[in-house]
């Protein structure tokens, strides 16, 4: 373990006073109800490494990197420790000793790359439409138990390639960039398309910049923070000369990534002077970053007069995401929304805001795991006898909907700009 994380870990991991309260709360300990993935069990296995009682073995990788990245624990933690931030600073370590494995560290270049990325996802596509089982077949064969895992094609056609750049309206209120986001952009622009529309419907001028890159959370939560920093500058140098009053997105993930840009890659800091980011537009400047950044909820609650016509009639529950509710403490808006529309009739689910399982790469590492997550989210949710959960993360329905599909549900999770036009 290099000096700086030594510094780092040994002045700051003795808040942990071990007091298990983060072990009601884990949703990977609930599950294994084994000591070492709570994480309490985590911050002792760093400080035990941190002090060279153990080595940087296997076990200990599995460890840090089985954290779903949650927030859960912070959020309950008494004392407030950050546990996400020393489980990024254990993977950083760890990857910069033993290096990604082949297949991931490949997949995780391509998203720096958009002349790559765009290839590789237009082969994908037509392969897929040759030989869907084979792409099935092929793929989860890369992943360790992911049984019959159902995972949703790419989109014919990604959103950037369906929709100019700007959309134009007349007599503006307000101008918006829309940060798609990579599950948006490729497999369900139908969500931004829902987005866009009612933005439009708003008199809101949105411009999608066919440059943006994906926000970097794969890659910082693969260990890979050199990787996540220049998707991060790709973002705000492109970002920051765009002439909008905010940056929309409707990605739960994404936006808290977005947010936490500074606080999250930590090695580098914004400056005005600095010559990498020349910021044309002073609405978007290093000081005012993450509060020009709104998820479509808290957006359309803030700045619209939240006239909506639902696609009809119906019955509708809501899961917190916990990059929305957790981390971004976004939870009044989307339900706010759902009240205001006299068609929708919207019951709350016991425990919203517990988490799904899906934590991106997480459930594809993990995916035992993640399913005995997901299946205590939808109980809860399959008793409200109500046709669809409506959420705020792109990766929350794929992971949903992929269980909700195999136990063969009367629910799908579908977002929560797709229930209003």
């Not at 002792?44 to 153990?54: D, F, G, N, Q, S």
């Not at 790419?154 to 829309?178: D, G, H, N, R, T």
């Not at 998820?295 to 009809?312: A, M, Q």
Request: glycine residues 6%.
């Amino acid at each position: 373990m290099n000096e700086n994380l030594l510094i780092q870990v040994e002045k700051k991991l003795s808040k942990c006073n071990r007091c298990g309260t983060c072990t009601a709360y884990c949703p990977v300990f609930l599950q294994t109800n084994e000591e070492w993935y709570s994480a309490r069990g985590r911050m002792a296995l760093l400080e035990a490494v941190t002090k060279k009682r153990i080595k940087e073995n296997a076990f200990y990788r599995d460890v840090i990197f089985s954290c779903l990245y949650c927030y859960t624990c912070v959020k309950n933690c008494p004392v407030g420790v950050k546990v996400d931030e020393f489980i990024i600073l254990a993977r950083e370590q760890y990857i910069g000793k033993k290096g990604l494995p082949l297949i991931q560290k490949l997949g995780l270049e391509t998203l720096k790359n958009k002349k790559t990325l765009g290839s590789g996802i237009k082969t994908l596509r037509l392969l897929n439409r040759c030989s869907p089982r084979f792409i099935k077949k092929v793929f989860l064969s890369l992943l360790s138990k992911n049984g019959n895992r159902i995972i949703p094609p790419f989109a014919k056609k990604s959103l950037s390639e369906q929709l100019p750049e700007k959309i134009m309206v007349k007599k503006p209120k307000l101008k918006v960039a829309f940060f798609t986001g990579c599950l948006i952009e490729y497999i369900y622009p139908e969500i931004g398309i829902s987005l866009l529309n009612l933005l439009k419907n708003q008199r809101i001028e949105i411009i999608i910049p066919k440059e943006q890159y994906c926000c970097g959370i794969p890659l910082l939560t693969s260990g890979d923070r050199e990787g996540a920093e220049f998707l991060a500058r790709k973002n705000i140098k492109l970002f920051t000369t765009l002439d909008v009053d905010y940056i929309i997105n409707a990605c739960a993930t994404c936006g808290s990534t977005l947010k936490d840009y500074e606080r999250l890659i930590g090695k580098w800091k914004l400056k005005n002077e600095n010559s990498d980011f020349k910021i044309q537009n002073p609405k978007l400047s290093v000081s005012n970053w993450a509060k020009r950044i709104y998820d479509v909820s808290e957006f359309l609650v803030k700045f619209t007069d939240l006239k909506f016509n639902p696609t009809r009639e119906t019955k509708v529950t809501y899961h917190d995401s916990c990059h929305l509710r957790k981390r971004q403490g976004i939870y009044e808006e989307p339900r706010h929304i759902l009240k205001s529309i006299s068609s929708i009739d919207f019951i709350e689910m016991e425990e919203a805001d517990f988490c799904c399982g899906g934590g991106g790469l997480f459930s594809f590492k993990y995916y035992d795991i993640s399913k005995k997550i997901a299946q205590r989210k939808i109980h809860n949710a399959e008793c409200t006898k109500t046709e669809y959960i409506i959420t705020g993360c792109p990766g929350c329905i794929l992971h949903l909907n992929d269980i909700l599909t195999q136990k063969k549900s009367f629910q799908k999770a579908i977002h929560l700009v797709e229930l209003l036009r």
